[in-house]
């Protein structure tokens, strides 16, 4: 079965540098999820989109912004990147905001 | 405030060695209950979704069982490639689509 795809795996930037994460989400599923995770910590969520609306919004900082398109897929861009955004972010959908399908994450290191 | 606790943070069990992780949740009209897994690195895997007190799942080894304060994930006879961190969330009636997590339970099983 498909599952959520995030992209790129790994990304290395420099502080306040910008960066540009990607999520698809599971073929018709209607809202997409962002969180963050940094090491040993459980998972944050940032900010949600059902059907290309923001629904939801959590401990998104301001410098990030999220959208989701008309294909459904949604980036998270995250600019004036600070050291703590060195974190594990996650991407998860969902059909009519029930079970959460995570993806594989993408890594974020900013040196 | 909504919350949900974890325990034990971690739990360390020889193969074969039955046992029990708890999720206790304190929020306003729970709508699910959500037990993930999550290996080092990776997104985390849906294990089960409880919705109502009373109401149990069962996946292999494992065992997810819930009442109105906390739900339970029992392992039976577990193998080493169960260990993994297993993450509890809850999402409730008056707080949208957002997912609140617990911060895990690190499970080892040693041969």
């Known amino acids: 079965a498909a599952g959520v795809i995030q992209s790129p795996r790994h990304l290395i930037k420099e502080k306040r540098e910008t960066a540009t994460l990607k999520c698809y989400p599971i073929p018709r599923h209607d809202t997409v999820y962002w969180y963050q995770q940094g090491p040993g910590q459980d998972p944050q969520f940032l900010i949600s989109?059902?059907?290309?609306?923001?629904?939801d919004k959590g401990s998104i900082p301001d410098r990030f912004s999220a959208q989701q398109f008309s294909d459904y897929h949604s980036e998270l861009n995250m600019s004036s990147l600070e050291l703590g955004d060195s974190a594990l972010y996650f991407c998860?959908?969902?059909?009519?905001?029930?079970?959460?399908?995570f993806g594989p994450g993408t890594r974020l290191t900013v040196l | 405030e909504d919350q949900v606790t974890q325990s034990p943070e971690a739990l360390r069990l020889q193969e074969g060695e039955s046992s029990s992780l708890n999720c206790s949740y304190t929020?306003?009209?729970?709508?699910?209950l959500f037990w993930y897994r999550q290996d080092p690195g990776k997104g985390p895997e849906f294990l089960f979704t409880?919705?109502?007190a009373g109401e149990e799942k069962e996946k292999e080894r494992l065992k997810a069982t819930l009442t109105k304060k906390e739900s339970f994930l029992h392992i039976t006879a577990p193998k080493p490639e169960d260990s993994a961190t297993y993450l509890c969330a809850v999402q409730a009636a008056n707080t949208g689509n957002q997912f609140y997590f617990g911060t895990g339970t690190s499970l080892t099983v040693i041969p």
């Open positions: 998860a959908s969902s059909l009519n905001t029930d079970t959460q399908y």
């Open positions: 409880l919705y109502s």
């Open positions: 989109f059902y059907e290309k609306m923001q629904s």
């Open positions: 929020v306003s009209g729970l709508r699910g």
